[in-house]
Structures are given as structure tokens and as C-alpha cells.
């Protein structure tokens, strides 16, 4: 599985931007497939997941009310919407698949990350 991430970029605190990850391939329908960042001297931390079987999504809580992720099964593409942006989402966001959760360790592929910039 591949996964090819897009859209980041530099916006204004308070804008929106929108990432996509497109999966190449398909995991099992039980898994989840998400956004993680990673901040300049910070760990990466969890962001949002969606589960490809209906279990839902899940947000870390700075996120939550802000951003929404969505997938198209047809298109193996998860998308992040993100709004109301604050210079601490400043970071780079990668896609991951093959997820059993929310903990990075879980995840079984990668994708290239793309970088998220807000200016105050």
C-alpha cells in the first residue's frame, strides 16, 4: 500500500486548508487510516482517525470542533478538513493506514508528509 498525501500549505490564523491521502492499495476493512503531526522539536502526536468499518472517527482534543476527517471507500482517500487554523497546528501532517487505533506505533504504512503553516 501507497499512500500519497496533498494539500498542505500557508494560511492565516483562522483559515481553513484541506489535506487528502489517497491509499494505493486497500488494508483491512478493520482498520483505520488517519493524520499524525509532527512539529519542529516536538514528537509526533495523533491527530484523527477514521475506522473503514463504520466504527467511527476520533479526534486528539486540541482538534476537536475544528477539523473533520472523512473517507470515500470507492477512492481509498481519507480527507482532513481543517478550520478556525491556530499557529500551533503548524506542523508536518503525515497519513497513515493500516492503523489498529489511534497510537502511531499501530499504523503499518506511511505517507510522505506535507507541511501545514499558519502565520498569526
Known amino acids: 500500500v501507497q499512500l500519497q498525501a496533498s494539500g498542505g500549505g500557508l494560511v492565516q490564523a483562522g483559515g481553513s486548508l484541506r489535506l487528502s491521502c489517497a491509499a494505493s492499495?486497500?488494508?483491512?476493512?478493520?482498520?483505520?487510516m488517519g493524520w499524525f503531526r509532527q512539529a519542529p522539536g516536538k514528537e509526533r502526536e495523533f491527530v484523527a482517525v477514521?475506522?473503514?468499518?463504520?466504527?467511527?472517527?476520533y479526534y486528539t482534543d486540541s482538534v476537536k470542533g475544528r477539523f473533520t476527517i472523512s473517507g470515500d471507500n470507492a477512492k481509498n482517500t481519507v480527507y482532513l478538513q481543517m478550520n478556525s487554523l491556530k499557529p500551533e497546528d503548524t506542523a508536518v501532517y503525515s497519513c497513515?493506514?493500516?492503523?489498529?487505533?489511534?497510537?502511531?506505533?499501530?499504523?503499518?504504512?506511511w505517507g510522505q508528509g506535507t507541511q501545514v503553516t499558519v502565520s498569526s
Open positions: 477514521i475506522s473503514w468499518s463504520g466504527a467511527g472517527t
Open positions: 492499495g486497500r488494508t483491512s476493512s478493520s482498520n483505520y
Open positions: 497513515a493506514a493500516g492503523c489498529r487505533g489511534y497510537r502511531a506505533w499501530s499504523c503499518a504504512y
